[in-house]
């Protein structure tokens, strides 16, 4: 069964910085991209990043583009995000969501989401 | 970038009402265009993928169309477990978008 679980989510300051991350379980974890999704409170759904299946290809949104970074551990089945000079604008849930391929494209599998909160 | 523009925001239907959801890209995105579910305070589901390709365990009266700039999602007979938030996603290109949502309640 394919899970994913993330963790890591906080009320932070603005300019502050945070990791989050996403355990994978169930599946290849080199055989697929993986994404980063946010949704800002009571709005729609954004793409913030994703990662090939390698690892060796990184995409990200021109809003966090230069302050976020996504990576991942392969020995470990971990997805992270790191975010740092954070912005009001940057509260969300977070998604962590499965490629079906190892390139981006659509999002089969989501986690349950991490609440980042940034405010002073 | 490419925008995705979904309507109606918002619709009003009833239990056994066909129901259809539009998405329009601003630019040709051949099939590569899925739907989303989401219901208050859950992640989304995948619902259908390559513009008519039913995601495995999702009910068949799910179905989509479309292709290029025009896609729709429809409803053949809305159930009560139907009501929530349905998104379009274009995967042609990166930046990935989303379209703005449409927000399906009872009449």
């Known amino acids: 069964e394919v899970q994913l679980l993330e963790s890591g989510g906080n009320l932070v300051q603005p300019g502050g910085s945070l990791r989050l991350s996403c355990r994978a379980s169930?599946?290849?974890?080199?055989?697929?991209?993986l994404n980063w999704v946010r949704q800002a409170p009571g709005k729609g759904l954004e793409w913030v990043s994703s990662?090939?299946?390698?690892?060796?290809?990184?995409y990200y949104a021109d809003s966090v583009k230069g302050r976020f970074t996504i990576s991942k551990d392969k020995s470990k089945n971990i997805l992270y995000l790191q975010m740092n000079s954070l912005r009001a604008e940057d509260t969300a849930v977070y998604y962590c969501?499965?490629?079906?391929?190892?390139?981006?494209?659509?999002?089969?599998?989501w986690g349950q989401g991490t609440l980042v909160t940034v405010s002073s | 970038d490419i925008q995705m523009t979904q309507s109606p925001s918002s619709l009003s239907a009833s239990v056994r009402d066909r129901v259809t959801i539009t998405c329009r890209a601003s630019?040709?995105?051949?099939?590569?265009l899925n739907w989303y579910q989401q219901k208050p305070g859950r992640a989304p589901n995948l619902l259908i993928h390559?513009?008519?390709r039913l995601q495995s365990g999702v009910p068949s009266r799910f179905s989509g169309s479309g292709s290029g700039t025009d896609f729709t999602l429809t409803i053949s007979s809305l159930q009560p477990e139907d009501f929530a938030t349905y998104y379009c996603?274009?995967?042609?290109?990166?930046?990935?978008?989303f379209g703005g949502g449409t927000k399906v309640e009872i009449k």
């Open positions: 630019r040709n995105i051949g099939d590569f």
């Open positions: 169930g599946f290849m974890f080199s055989s697929h991209a």
């Open positions: 390559g513009a008519s």
């Open positions: 969501a499965r490629d079906p391929t190892v390139t981006p494209d659509y999002f089969d599998y």
């Open positions: 996603q274009q995967s042609f290109t990166t930046p990935l978008t």
């Open positions: 990662i090939s299946g390698t690892g060796g290809s990184t």
